[in-house]
């Protein structure tokens, strides 16, 4: 989900600079919802590495494979961009068509504790150095301003419009403002402490605090939370479009290091990011005023601190 968001602010740019641009998407199934939000993305194509590997041997995934590598062989593209710089990635650059003169363009080189796969520059025609410590979103817009000839200068615009509240509401959806905790994150040390979470709720009642999850584990430790808070409720389980609507609409949004939080951010709703155990250079929200980054790799922060900035973004 964060690799999708963090390439958002990249179709913003292009379309800037040149306006007439066509631009296309290739991006796993689960988070067409999200790109599809982007009005100024063209054709969305579904990818389904997840689904696919678990089935690899069955005629029908097989038959999907085609389907998907048919679709995106139809069109000739001038610029193929590849910002994750995987070899999955990088397959799929290879695979794309290019028109006469066309350039596919990729990363020379990693951030930082990224996951880059150097053997994906083999399917580039030309690579783009950055600075290992390149913050995410920047990471996707200075390759394609490379590319495109266009200098980086603009504060990052995720092209996600602001949109009145769903008529009718979803039933997990509140009638009065609403603040959310993005409690949950695959990695423990990236959590921030639940006795933590129940002291701030106590100082934000009796605002309701909604407590999304993903997993049985964090299915868990949201009920943990919402039996010492009169004031919480654990939502059911959301499907990634009620997840983004969730983000979209929140009053507050308090979040670990996690792609929800990030989504939170990109709408630019009032939003606190706290980092505990990764790097804050690398995603934190730079985009507006109404977002707060708190804490850093080792140094969490306290509940002080994001009581503070809670009640900063509220008004109070």
Request: charged share 20%.
């Amino acid at each position: 989900m964060g690799d999708v968001l963090h390439n958002l602010p990249m179709v913003a740019d292009i379309a800037r600079h040149h306006p007439d641009a066509s631009i296309d998407w290739v991006v796993e199934e689960g988070y067409t919802s999200l790109v599809r939000l982007n009005g100024r993305v063209g054709a969305i194509i579904p990818f389904a590495l997840r689904r696919w590997r678990k089935s690899l041997g069955k005629r029908e995934t097989r038959a999907e494979i085609a389907a998907f590598f048919k679709t995106l062989r139809e069109r000739r593209y001038d610029y193929v961009f590849d910002t994750q710089g995987l070899l999955k990635t990088g397959i799929i650059m290879g695979a794309a068509r290019l028109a006469p003169g066309g350039q596919k363009v990729g990363l020379a080189n990693g951030s930082e504790g990224s996951g880059y796969e150097g053997v994906s520059r083999l399917f580039h025609s030309k690579s783009i150095p950055l600075d290992p410590r390149t913050h995410a979103v920047a990471r996707g817009r200075l390759v394609a301003g490379a590319a495109l000839g266009y200098a980086v200068d603009t504060p990052a615009d995720f092209g996600l419009p602001d949109a009145p509240r769903p008529v009718p509401p979803p039933d997990w959806m509140p009638a009065e403002p609403y603040a959310v905790y993005f409690h949950g994150t695959a990695r423990d040390a990236k959590k921030w402490p639940a006795q933590n979470w129940i002291a701030l709720g106590a100082q934000l009642a009796p605002m309701p605090i909604l407590l999304p999850w993903g997993s049985a584990a964090e299915k868990a430790e949201a009920e943990l939370l919402a039996a010492a808070l009169p004031n919480a409720r654990v939502l059911p389980k959301l499907a990634m479009a009620d997840a983004v609507t969730l983000a979209r609409h929140a009053a507050l949004a308090v979040g670990v290091d996690t792609g929800l939080t990030h989504i939170a951010a990109a709408f630019a709703r009032p939003t606190v990011e706290l980092y505990c155990d990764s790097p804050r250079w690398k995603t934190e929200g730079n985009w507006s005023p109404k977002i707060i980054n708190l804490g850093d790799r080792g140094a969490p922060p306290d509940v002080a601190a994001v009581l503070a900035a809670a009640k900063s973004l509220l008004g109070q």
